[in-house]
C-alpha cells in the first residue's frame, strides 16, 4: 500500500506570496492532519480534516487555511507568507475518526520564506 | 508547563546496551500515546503506540505507560547505530490532534 504522499517537496517564496500544498492521504485513509516543524518550536498541530470536514484546529493565525475533498486528498495554503512561515510541513493521515488511531506521516514540505 | 515534555538530550548510549527515553505528560484524562523516531531531514516514523497501564513490547522497543505519574517511556535494548535519530514522544488530543514533546536526541556509539 503506497504512503502518503506530499507535493511540492521543497519551495521557495518570498514574503507576501501565498502557497498551496497538497497532500494524498493512504489509500482508504479519511483522516488528514497538517503539522508544522520548526528547529525552534518543534512539532505542532496545524489542523486536522476528516470526512471533507475541519475537526480540530491548532493555534495558527487565520493566514493558515485548509480543505479535504471527497477523494481524501487535502490541501493547506499559507497567505501573505512570512519569513517566520519557514519550516516543515507534514501531513499525516489515519483511518478514521478514533483517538486512538495512528497516524502516517508523509514525507513533508519544506517552504523556505524570503 | 507544557502539555507533553521530554529530556531534550543528547543522550548517548554505547552500542548493545539499553537506551531508556522519557516523556510526561499534564493531562491527566490523556488516553493514547506514541513514539515516533525522526531521523535528520526525514519526517517521523511511527515507532509503537500505547493506550493502557504498563508494557508493550515490539521486538527491541517496549513502551511503558503509568498514567497515575502521567509518565511514558520508551526502552531500546541492544541499541544500534541506526537508532541514533530523534524520539518524539505524541499525545492524542482528540480529533487526531497529536501534541508532541520537543523530542530527544539519541546517539549510539560503537
Known amino acids: 500500500k503506497a504512503g502518503v504522499t506530499q507535493t511540492p517537496r521543497y519551495l521557495i517564496k518570498t514574503r507576501g506570496q501565498q502557497v498551496t500544498l497538497s497532500c494524498s492521504p493512504i489509500?482508504?485513509?479519511?483522516?488528514v492532519s497538517w503539522y508544522q516543524q520548526t528547529p525552534g518550536q518543534g512539532l505542532q498541530f496545524l489542523f486536522e480534516?476528516?470526512?471533507?470536514?475541519?475537526?480540530n484546529k491548532g493555534n495558527f493565525p487565520g493566514r493558515f487555511s485548509g480543505r479535504q475533498f471527497s477523494n481524501s486528498r487535502s490541501e493547506m495554503n499559507v497567505s501573505t507568507l512570512e519569513l517566520g512561515d519557514s519550516a516543515l510541513y507534514l501531513c499525516a493521515s489515519g483511518p478514521g475518526p478514533r483517538r486512538e488511531e495512528t497516524q502516517y506521516f508523509g514525507p513533508g514540505t519544506r517552504l523556505l520564506v524570503l | 508547563q507544557k502539555e507533553v515534555e521530554q529530556n531534550s538530550g543528547p543522550l548517548s548510549v554505547p552500542e548493545g546496551a539499553i537506551a531508556s527515553l522519557n516523556c510526561t505528560y499534564s493531562d491527566r484524562g490523556s488516553q493514547s500515546f506514541f513514539w515516533y523516531r525522526q531521523y535528520s531531514g526525514k519526517s517521523p516514523e511511527l515507532i509503537m503506540s500505547i493506550y493502557s497501564n504498563g508494557d508493550k513490547e515490539d521486538g527491541r522497543f517496549t513502551a511503558q505507560l503509568n498514567k497515575a505519574s502521567q509518565y511514558v517511556s520508551l526502552l531500546i535494548r541492544d541499541s544500534q547505530p541506526s537508532d541514533s535519530a530523534t524520539y518524539l514522544c505524541a499525545v492524542n488530543k482528540g480529533a487526531q490532534k497529536l501534541v508532541f514533546g520537543q523530542g530527544t536526541r539519541l546517539t549510539i556509539n560503537p
Open positions: 489509500s482508504g485513509h479519511r483522516s
Open positions: 480534516y476528516f470526512s471533507e470536514t475541519q475537526r
